[in-house]
């Protein structure tokens, strides 16, 4: 322990100095705490979330907002992007999102249980409802469009399954937007200053990120279309915008977890990657750079957020600061 | 009370929950003599496992702080402050004044009012029992662990490996099995001095309003309750006596219950929803 060597440094200084000026010796704030709280504990604990969670955030929100630019791209007859964005969005969002969820659950084999209640409430329990509407859409949806661009069946159950299609991929991108956005909620509704702090943020960022991050994905898997453009610039300006409210809207203490430590430094490179790096290459017409900058941005910026929890959750001082607001 | 012996509410059978009667502890730092039987019992009753044998060097408490293998925390604080009209003795250091006080208090779950764990959880594995304690039912808990984030006072934690019952979210119990059968928990049971009070819940705090005038009268000036009624968690269960201020025992001073934030959250989240479908919309319709 770090206490054990401070207290044979202590030993050692008296033993040459004779003596070791002032009462009382500050071994981490103790024996008499000189700082507001208890020996510097914790006064909220902090995320046990591990890699698992922000890389969930990361896919959830690729997926749910893959599921809005294939409805819009399925309206305007768009039918090739539609289904490269409607695997996307069933391979992130019912596939590899569920099973990144129950690998972070503590009992993955109770994972259902996830669905034992409907607690609006809850973040968490939303969340769990809306990652399963969403797979319940998003699967139909691509099986019934794929069925009718490959024309298996023909006459009248082909124009069902037209219907079918659009109805799902309408619903999936609806659950969608709700999967890319909910994620802030959960963690902007919880007792971690940093995140409570920047609760309205929170939901806009995630949101954001996500669409940007669909539209570059689908960039660089080949479609450089005007529209994926204009969302990649779309995401890129209020990415810019949350950046610069980021760096106005500071709490000192509460929140410093943000713009502080190496916490501080992933919102940062993250905030810039998917901001204003991402609108200057797309400026310049470096699209496919711009799309894995943006990627790579959103990426970092959601480790980034669970990197704050884990310092906020962890600095007493920050909670005490947050509820003076 | 002491000297009431098989009378005292922290002896004598009871059946609270029977009757739906709403229960509490009083803890009450000014008696602790910090012997950290409650913390023992707890274990030995709840059969939880040991969480590391470390030294802290922070006075007496090698415990650290509430956790999922701890609901039972004795804190050792050392001030320096007079404790009540505590005279400094000729043993003081220094020259003149020098106050210092040691205090005890024995930490637990808060069983909140408005419990932001229970609120939290999305499988429905916390509840609300008869006597208005916060339980978590450990055979439905998956550990998700949004009930960690989700409490003001940081007292639920999920239990790491290798200890048993590994993965799930683990906090005091307030001894609901001993309680269904007419017993006392095993922490207020146990304390020698009745520093913890176990018993009605608006019986105690007449009891606690009683004790910190009795405290303030003989000295103790910065004696106080500690029962965040007038914030969102709109009063607790098992509620302290404190001198001095909250923060040196690591309690919020104004802790809230997450819930509050769903509102601006949610408003912020379809916001953004409703605005990316216009843009995806807007894309598609204006650029192809």
Redesign the interface.
């Known amino acids: 322990m770090t206490s054990e060597k401070r207290l044979e440094e202590l030993r050692e200084q008296a033993w040459k100095e004779g003596g070791v000026p002032g009462k009382g010796v500050d071994v981490a704030g103790g024996p008499i705490p000189r700082k507001p709280g208890y020996y510097g504990q914790a006064v909220v604990k902090p995320p046990v979330w591990t890699w698992e969670i922000p890389l969930y955030f990361f896919f959830g929100g690729l997926a749910g907002m893959s599921a809005v630019i294939a409805s819009g791209s399925i309206l305007f007859h768009h039918v090739d992007l539609a289904r490269v964005a409607m695997w996307i969005a069933a391979s992130g969002g019912a596939v590899i999102s569920p099973v990144l969820l129950i690998m972070d659950l503590g009992r993955p084999h109770l994972f259902l249980n996830m669905l034992r209640v409907f607690k609006h409430r809850s973040a968490m329990s939303m969340g769990a409802w809306i990652l399963s509407a969403f797979g319940a859409c998003v699967v139909p949806g691509l099986i019934a469009l794929e069925l009718h661009t490959h024309q298996i069946f023909p006459g009248l159950f082909d124009q069902f399954l037209r219907i079918a299609a659009g109805i799902f991929i309408f619903g999936s991108a609806i659950f969608g937007t709700l999967l890319a956005t909910y994620t802030g909620v959960l963690i902007g509704a919880t007792a971690i200053p940093a995140w409570f702090l920047h609760r309205t943020l929170l939901p806009i960022h995630f949101g954001t990120a996500g669409l940007g991050s669909a539209a570059g994905l689908l960039e660089l898997l080949g479609h450089r279309i005007a529209a994926l453009n204009f969302l990649g610039y779309y995401a890129a300006v209020v990415e810019t915008v949350l950046l610069i409210w980021l760096s106005i809207n500071k709490h000192g203490a509460a929140d410093r977890a943000i713009h502080e430590h190496g916490s501080g430094w992933l919102i940062r490179i993250g905030e810039i990657l998917t901001g204003p790096l991402s609108l200057v290459l797309r400026f310049f017409g470096l699209v496919p750079i711009a799309a894995i900058s943006f990627l790579l941005g959103s990426l970092v910026s959601r480790f980034g957020w669970i990197a704050v929890g884990k310092i906020s959750g962890s600095d007493p001082e920050s909670v005490f600061a947050a509820e003076r607001y | 009370m002491i000297g009431e012996g098989i009378k005292s509410t922290n002896q004598r059978k009871h059946s609270y929950v029977q009757d739906r009667v709403e229960v509490g502890f009083f803890t009450d730092p000014s008696v602790c003599i910090g012997c950290k039987a409650c913390e023992v019992a707890c274990k030995e009753w709840n059969q939880v496992p040991d969480d590391g044998f470390?030294?802290?060097?922070?006075?007496y408490?090698n415990t650290?702080?509430l956790?999922a293998s701890t609901w039972r925390h004795v804190?050792f604080?050392?001030?320096?402050r007079h404790k009540g009209n505590q005279v400094a003795g000729p043993m003081s250091?220094?020259d003149g004044e020098?106050p210092f006080r040691w205090v005890f208090l024995s930490d637990v779950c808060k069983h909140c009012e408005e419990a932001?764990c229970l609120?939290?959880?999305?499988?429905?594995?916390i509840v609300r029992t008869e006597v208005g304690s916060v339980l978590v039912q450990n055979d439905?808990?998956?550990?998700?662990?949004?009930c960690?984030?989700?409490?003001?006072?940081?007292?639920?934690?999920?239990?790491p490996e290798p200890l048993p019952d590994?993965?799930?979210?683990f906090k005091c119990t307030f001894c609901y099995d001993r309680q269904k059968s007419g017993l006392v928990p095993a922490c207020a049971k146990v304390c020698p001095t009745e520093s913890i009070v176990f018993g009605r819940l608006d019986d105690l705090r007449a009891r606690g309003a009683e004790r910190v005038q009795q405290l303030q009268q003989s000295g103790y000036s910065d004696a106080q309750l500690y029962d965040p009624t007038e914030t969102s968690v709109r009063g607790i269960h098992a509620f302290f006596l404190i001198l001095g201020?909250p923060?040196?025992?690591?309690?919020?001073?104004?802790?809230?219950v997450?819930?509050i934030?769903?509102k601006?959250?949610?408003?912020?989240?379809?916001?953004?929803?409703?605005a990316?479908?216009i843009?995806?919309?807007?894309?598609?319709?204006?650029?192809?």
Not at chain 2, 140 to 146: E, S
Not at chain 2, 166 to 169: P, V
Not at chain 2, 264 to 274: D, P
């Open positions: 470390t030294w802290s060097g922070n006075s408490d650290g702080h956790g804190m604080l050392e001030q320096d250091l220094g020098d932001g609120e939290a959880c999305p499988t429905g594995s439905v808990c998956n550990g998700c662990g949004y960690v984030v989700s409490c003001p006072f940081g007292v639920i934690d999920r239990r590994a993965g799930g979210a201020e923060e040196a025992y690591g309690l919020p001073p104004k802790p809230q997450p819930t934030y769903l601006s959250a949610w408003t912020a989240a379809f916001a953004t929803a409703i990316s479908i843009a995806a919309l807007a894309a598609f319709a204006f650029f192809s």
